[in-house]
């Protein structure tokens, strides 16, 4: 075999040029430090490390990967850190750096979900939207996700076939029941502060309305409203929530989500509170929130005349009502409001909350302080789909299918050897498949497609018909020597290749237009393979194979 | 694509002609491939009319948990200890040991159901998790339905651009037919679920199982010879190409241990058989039946 004769061939030069190529684009290079991911809001490193930063050394410790990150999570104190080449300060003050890092990436495959773990969220509006509402559903997941530090998070624009429009959201943490409570709840943020009216002989004023009662109904100014209806009055919507002959419930809606003009993220002494301390039984979190100057009117307003009870316990004053918030209609949190507050205007009132969990009551903290801070949802959304995938579970698979690719090609390459007994045959066809999986990693490397499991499905079906190609086209230059010469025995099989290779496009065709889940990505790369097996790998493999027959032939005929 | 124009030599003699009209490529022999096709047909006919087709969670809407286990499960033991959560359970191996996977209704509870696991001994550390709502399952159903008969038009399109001969394409297209049928059929009938992978392997299969009716075509019909010797030694080579392909995905159904990988491995390899009984006795009794009544014997 003369190799230099063949290395002179265009076709097989191509393909080595495309393999080298390949193989630079897909090694990994070794890489300094670990990329941050998350910032917590209330972490100490806050306003210190930026998602996408480099961390290269952390107090004395060369940081090589996550774990060395993660052995700091006990630590306080102060903590030195390279961020980007730069040494920096941060005051540790209690345990809990509050990030999240990954390994640098070190070539430039990127995998998907199914292989390094996370979570891919579809959720579709509950009605008919158009795209300008699609992407300000984007926009407010996207302020929900960042304050609640939920790892590196893509957004994506859905349509499927028949025009119904989705959010994908893939993140690289998240279980789904935070996903469940943080992006699917719609987030209509109200509070209440319910009053009870006593009423004389069945009438009363609220401010300088009059208020009369029917025993199951309520006048207010002549109007009539059942139980369960609301009436205007001073600025505000009140609700009736019940009537007797000698008194009546009205709740008035004193903050409403657009009343939210800022959210405490991190506590600031003087300026806003958002802690969490230990209390008996479990945790207690509270974060304060600045309101407009209406909202804070209306508080003054409603509780202008209620009446201050002192607690015999504590000492303390509060208000006979309290302050009720609610998410989506849903109570939240219920308040007592200190004494000396009526008919004062409130403009950043706390909110506080409890859980026996310190995580827990972390969480709960920052999935409100993410639905206030973001504002409700144009749009109600229902979860459509969740893929949870573990990261351990999906690196097994990498590893799995790397190894199964690679033994399914010594299986064939054992296969043809068995068929033929000639390495010189068997060791080819194993190169050619090969340097097809290289080649077609290189491309999905360059477009920077995202290698995922069905990906990796693809580029092994490409294997098996570039290995159904190549046996085609060495049983047709063995057979029928007699009649063809070799060059026609060659245009003969590539008439079988394209007509095979064209079925294998045609059916793979409508799976990459129509977007159905994963399975568009096998179908893109199956024919991304096939077109990469008939343009590069086959006629260089031809080439080969021509040349290896040729000198086979005149040692001793191969036997088919 | 490349018009076959080789110049003949020799004529083979064609003395062993007769000797050649055995079994093979006999219009008796399809009589075993006619029957498993209308089984198959049949199977799947009353499956569907009667809501028996298995379909995974992404096209039926559900949840599914997949948590490894390094010993051999007990699914049975998995499904009475969970019982109240109507899961259905079943297992695959894998290279680092077991993977087992758990099938519940949509509105269930993950966070319970998979505190039962862990209370049932299974370590739920590293669950993954999937959630398909059913409205979503079913209509990524009804496009994979349009994908897979636009698959099959564009399949026999090509069939035709490449022999232009409406009576040889056509039995490339119906063992295609058969051996996606068939494949389906056996697939559904030893339980393995229709998902958006086995779905995608079906398709595949289409691309697959017609390299070798193409390669039987383009052999006995591109070539001077005897139709018999021609189909035969086109067999030959049939086989080792169906051979090497099976070696391959039986390394991937043995070693990968992915739900996605073993069943798109599965369906392919259960497909492949097909192929070599539609292949090699429908095409081919059909094609040398075709070949011979037209007098086209050389």
């Excluded at chain 1, 009446?307 to 918030?325: C, N």
């Excluded at chain 1, 920077?448 to 098996?464: E, F, K, M, R």
């Excluded at chain 2, 193409?214 to 169906?242: H, N």
Aim: aromatic share 8%; charged share 15%; hydrophobic share 45%.
């Amino acid at each position: 075999m003369k190799i230099p004769a063949l290395l002179r061939d265009w076709r097989v030069l191509l393909l080595l040029v495309m393999v080298v190529t390949s193989l630079i684009l897909i090694i990994p290079t070794p890489s300094k430090g670990v990329i941050v991911r998350s910032v917590a809001a209330d972490s100490p490193l806050a306003g210190k490390l930026a998602v996408g930063d480099r961390l290269e050394w952390m107090n004395e410790k060369t940081i090589n990967n996550p774990d060395d990150v993660y052995t700091f999570d006990t630590f306080t104190g102060t903590l030195r850190f390279i961020r980007n080449g730069q040494l920096e300060l941060a005051d540790v003050q209690k345990p809990g750096l509050g990030i999240s890092v990954a390994a640098a990436p070190s070539g430039r495959l990127s995998f998907g979900l199914d292989l390094i773990g996370g979570t891919r969220v579809l959720l579709k509006p509950t009605a008919n939207v158009s795209s300008e509402v699609i992407d300000q559903t984007i926009a407010t997941l996207q302020t929900r996700i960042n304050i609640y530090g939920l790892r590196e998070s893509k957004f994506q624009p859905v349509t499927d076939l028949s025009g119904n429009r989705y959010v994908q959201i893939e993140m690289a943490g998240g279980t789904p029941q935070e996903v469940e409570d943080l992006l699917a709840k719609q987030g209509t943020f109200t509070a209440k502060i319910p009053r009870t009216l006593h009423l004389v002989n069945g009438t009363g004023t609220l401010f300088n309305a009059s208020i009369s009662s029917t025993g199951s109904a309520l006048f207010v100014d002549g109007k009539v409203y059942a139980i369960n209806s609301s009436f205007k009055l001073a600025g505000m919507d009140w609700e009736v929530a019940n009537v007797t002959s000698d008194s009546a419930v009205v709740i008035p809606t004193v903050y409403t989500g657009a009343d939210v003009k800022s959210v405490c993220l991190t506590e600031q002494p003087g300026v806003c509170t958002s802690s969490i301390q230990r209390t008996t039984g479990g945790w207690e979190f509270q974060f304060q929130i600045t309101t407009s100057q209406e909202a804070a009117d209306n508080f003054a307003t409603a509780t202008r005349g209620l009446q201050a009870v002192v607690d015999p316990k504590t000492g303390s004053s509060y208000l006979e009502s309290r302050i009720i918030f609610y998410i989506d209609n849903k109570p939240v949190t219920d308040l007592s409001i200190s004494g000396d507050l009526a008919g004062r205007a409130l403009a950043s009132p706390v909110i506080n909350g409890f859980r026996t969990d310190r995580e827990d009551a972390l969480k709960e903290k920052l999935r409100l302080q993410s639905i206030l801070q973001s504002g409700a949802l144009p749009v109600p959304l229902e979860i459509e789909r969740i893929d949870s995938i573990s990261a351990t579970l999906g690196s097994g698979f990498i590893y799995s299918s790397a190894l199964a690719g690679l033994l399914a090609i010594i299986a064939v390459g054992a296969l043809i050897f068995i068929r033929y007994r000639r390495w010189r045959v068997a060791l080819p066809v194993m190169a050619t498949s090969i340097s097809e999986v290289i080649i077609i990693l290189g491309v999905v490397a360059l477009i920077g497609y995202t290698l995922d499991l069905a990906a990796i499905a693809g580029i092994i079906a490409t294997v098996g018909t570039s290995v159904d190609s190549q046996v085609m086209l060495v049983d047709e230059l063995l057979s029928g020597a007699q009649i063809y010469t070799l060059r026609q025995r060659i245009k003969r099989a590539f008439f079988m290749i394209f007509g095979s290779a064209a079925t294998v496009i045609a059916a793979m065709l409508p799976l990459a237009i129509i977007g159905i889940g994963v399975m568009r990505g096998f179908a893109i790369v199956t024919m991304l393979g096939v077109f990469i097996g008939i343009g590069i790998t086959r006629p260089a493999f031809a080439r080969v194979a021509e040349k290896i027959i040729e000198k086979e032939n005149e040692r001793a005929p191969i036997n088919t | 694509m490349p018009d076959i124009t080789g110049q003949p030599g020799q004529p083979p003699a064609s003395k062993q002609h007769e000797a050649h009209k055995g079994l093979f490529g006999s219009r008796r022999l399809m009589i075993l491939p006619a029957v498993l096709l209308l089984l198959s047909l049949a199977y799947l006919g009353w499956a569907f009319t009667s809501g028996n087709i298995l379909l995974d969670v992404d096209l039926r809407g559900g949840t599914q948990v997949v948590i490894s286990s390094a010993g051999e499960p007990n699914t049975a033991a998995i499904e009475s200890a969970i019982a109240s959560y109507h899961p259905n359970v079943r297992s695959a191996r894998s290279l680092q040991g077991w993977t087992i996977y758990v099938d519940v209704p949509t509105e269930v509870n993950t966070t319970g159901l998979l505190s039962a696991l862990s209370a049932a001994g299974y370590n739920t550390e590293h669950a993954s998790i999937q959630t398909v709502g059913p409205a979503l399952g079913s209509s990524f159903l009804q496009q994979a339905e349009i994908a897979l008969v636009a698959a099959f038009i564009f399949m026999a399109i090509a069939v035709f651009i490449t022999f232009r001969m409406p009576a040889p394409c056509g039995y490339v297209v119906l063992s295609a037919f058969a051996d996606i049928t068939e494949a389906f059929a056996v697939s559904q009938f030893i339980g393995i679920p229709l998902s958006l992978a086995t779905f995608a392997a079906l398709l595949l299969l289409i691309g697959y199982s017609v390299d070798t009716d193409i390669l039987l075509t383009a052999r006995v019909l591109k070539s001077e010879g005897d139709p018999r010797t021609l189909a035969k030694r086109a067999m030959k080579t049939g086989l080792t190409m169906i051979g090497s392909t099976a070696v391959a995905l039986l390394a991937l159904f043995v070693l990968s241990g992915s739900s996605v990988m073993t069943q798109i491995a599965s369906v392919l390899l259960i497909g492949l058989v097909f192929d070599a009984l539609n292949t090699w006795i429908t095409n081919t009794g059909l094609l040398i039946w075709w070949v011979e009544s037209k007098g086209l014997v050389k």
